[in-house]
């Protein structure tokens, strides 16, 4: 009897291309942290800045992100301070990042918050580059928020009573 050395060669593996994936923010390498209050002295004479930088990683499947920073989001008198553009990319790129550089304005005093919305630009509303689709917007957004107190002298009141609410700033 005779045998023949044969080889059975499988049929290689179907590759998909990767969907798109909600972003995540790494918040653990944010700066600042938003694990504590933020204390801003606006002293007369002063001109204070803070700069953030947040890690944003997604597969995006070729479409460009939206990042909008809000002072006090979904409040009364919410204000959007920026909103850029981010290109798209593979979950893998640890090299995205949101940053931008926050200068309070004369008026903005006391406690606010300062919110980060980061998602695909289908998840907006059509041309609004700042309202959310609410159909799309649990599966697609990434929120982080920081808690800053700007005040006029260091030595001022850090009691964050102030804060505001849905319903409004607070009276102290």
């Not at 953030?52 to 204000?79: K, N, P, T």
């Not at 909103?83 to 940053?99: A, C, E, L, W």
């Not at 695909?120 to 920081?146: C, F, I, K, M």
Request: glycine letters at 6%; charged letters at 20%.
């Amino acid at each position: 009897m005779l045998f023949a050395g044969s080889c059975i060669v499988a049929d290689p593996p179907e590759y998909r291309a990767p969907g798109q994936t909600r972003p995540v923010l790494n918040m653990y390498s944010a700066v600042p942290s938003a694990t504590q209050a933020l204390v801003i002295d606006a002293s007369p004479g002063r001109h204070p800045s803070v700069n953030f930088s947040v890690q944003v990683r997604s597969e995006d499947a070729g479409e460009y992100m939206r990042a909008v920073l809000y002072l006090d989001y979904q409040m009364l008198g919410e204000d959007s301070l920026v909103t850029k553009r981010i290109d798209p990319s593979t979950y893998d790129n640890v090299g995205r990042f949101f940053t931008h550089t926050w200068v309070p304005k004369p008026l903005v005093r006391g406690c606010h918050f300062l919110t980060l919305v980061v998602a695909h630009v289908s998840t907006y509303q059509g041309d609004n580059e700042q309202e959310l689709d609410p159909r799309y917007a649990d599966d697609d957004a990434a929120l982080a928020t920081w808690t800053v107190n700007v005040l006029d002298k260091l030595t001022d009141d850090t009691i964050f009573a102030s804060c505001p609410t849905r319903e409004g700033p607070t009276v102290p």
